[in-house]
């Protein structure tokens, strides 16, 4: 990879990061302003001041690391007796600015998708209509799945299918290689157990040579269907459903992969930090920019979907102690929350750390 090709990979890297954290605090911005709360910052980035305007109360600044950011408000990690300070709000105003963040994430990734959806190319099998795939089977080629034409795949191994990439993930995350499929057969629940599927090479579509898995140094194998999926039509409602689809299996995705890396399935040294993210954002900028903009949809609806996992420091645990808070009808004493705050902070930097090492030490042995 030559230097201008790193260059322009990190550049569109950090927009994609910038779009992503821009989008998640202007929710918390917004919606504060809104519930009449004092915003004193609003900062895309951590670190030093590289720009500061505003003659309000409200100061815009663009910090030098391209990390994270902030919306400061009043009262938020202090004590305050301004009026307008944010735990003189009240508790459904204080909740709403707290999740703002994420909502707007799981929004620009719903968008992005759109986008995606819309200008991605797929032909039906009469190859003259642009259309999207849907769950329904249009043509069987191996009979031995036990699939038939008008299928419509409901389930696989009981895990609801969204899109097909569902199933090539649960292709990717089963061992054994036997499946139970739910499809939707003449309007009846049809359940075929114990599927199985043909396996075969993948190849690279421009030198025709067998793809090497990293991981075994042997050629990738996958698991071919036999089918053919029926494609429909692009339209306004088309489109919408495809990206809602995708939006709600890029969520399960991120918990399954979460579910994944607590049971062992997957090693901690898989997850990818911000070197590894830009990295890969690289990888689909040579791609297209269609896979930009796929990456840039499931980074955003990572973030959203993360950010509210109820822990510390996190604004899934900040909304705990809000809800905890409204059951009480009193508070946790501030300095109590600013250490649950700071301690998942701090050891949500710590794994950062070892994260963007472990991205690095990928990088070098590339």
């Given at each position: 990879m030559d230097i201008l090709n790193i260059v322009l990979m990190i550049v569109v890297g950090l927009l994609v990061f910038g779009v992503v954290i821009f989008v998640h605090e202007l929710g918390h911005f917004l919606v504060a302003k809104w519930s009449g709360i004092k915003v004193k910052e609003f900062a895309i980035g951590m670190g030093p001041t590289l720009i500061k305007f505003g003659k309000k109360e409200t100061k815009y600044a663009l910090r030098l690391l391209p990390i994270g950011g902030f919306v400061s408000m009043e009262g938020e990690d202090e004590e305050s007796d301004d009026a307008r300070s944010f735990q003189k709000a009240p508790i459904w105003k204080r909740i709403l600015v707290t999740i703002s963040g994420a909502i707007m994430n799981l929004l620009l990734g719903f968008l992005a998708l759109v986008v995606m959806v819309t200008f991605t190319q797929n032909r039906s099998?009469?190859?003259?209509?642009?259309?999207?795939?849907?769950?329904?089977?249009?043509?069987?080629?191996?009979t031995s799945s036990g699939l038939q034409v008008g299928d419509t795949i409901e389930k696989i191994n009981g895990r609801q299918v969204f899109t097909i990439a569902d199933l090539n993930y649960e292709f990717a995350r089963t061992k054994n290689g036997t499946f139970d499929i739910l499809v939707k057969r003449d309007g009846k629940d049809v359940l075929l157990e114990n599927v199985t599927f043909d396996t075969k090479i993948a190849y690279d579509k421009e030198t025709g040579e067998p793809i090497i898995d990293a991981a075994t140094g042997k050629p990738f194998e996958y698991l071919d269907m036999g089918v053919v999926i029926v494609g429909?039509?692009?339209s306004f409602l088309s489109v919408m459903e495809s990206a809602f689809n995708n939006t709600l299996s890029y969520s399960?995705?991120?918990?399954?992969?979460?579910?994944?890396?607590?049971?062992?399935?997957?090693?901690?040294?898989?997850?990818s930090g911000p070197v590894g993210i830009i990295s890969e954002i690289g990888k689909a900028l040579s791609i297209g920019w269609q896979s930009v903009v796929q990456m840039l949809a499931l980074i955003s609806i990572n973030l959203g979907i993360v950010n509210m996992l109820p822990l510390p420091a996190l604004d899934g645990g900040r909304t705990v102690l809000l809800i905890v808070e409204a059951i009480r009808r009193?508070?946790?004493?501030?300095?109590?929350?600013?250490?649950?705050?700071?301690?998942?902070?701090?050891?949500?930097?710590?794994?950062?750390?070892?994260?963007?090492?472990?991205?690095?030490?990928?990088?070098?042995?590339?």
């Open positions: 099998i009469d190859g003259n209509i642009d259309v999207i795939a849907t769950r329904q089977v249009a043509q069987v080629i191996s429909v039509p692009k399960r995705l991120i918990y399954l992969s979460l579910f994944d890396l607590i049971t062992g399935r997957v090693a901690i040294n898989q997850l009193k508070p946790l004493k501030q300095k109590y929350e600013i250490i649950i705050n700071v301690a998942g902070f701090v050891l949500l930097i710590g794994l950062m750390v070892v994260v963007s090492f472990s991205d690095i030490q990928k990088l070098i042995m590339a």
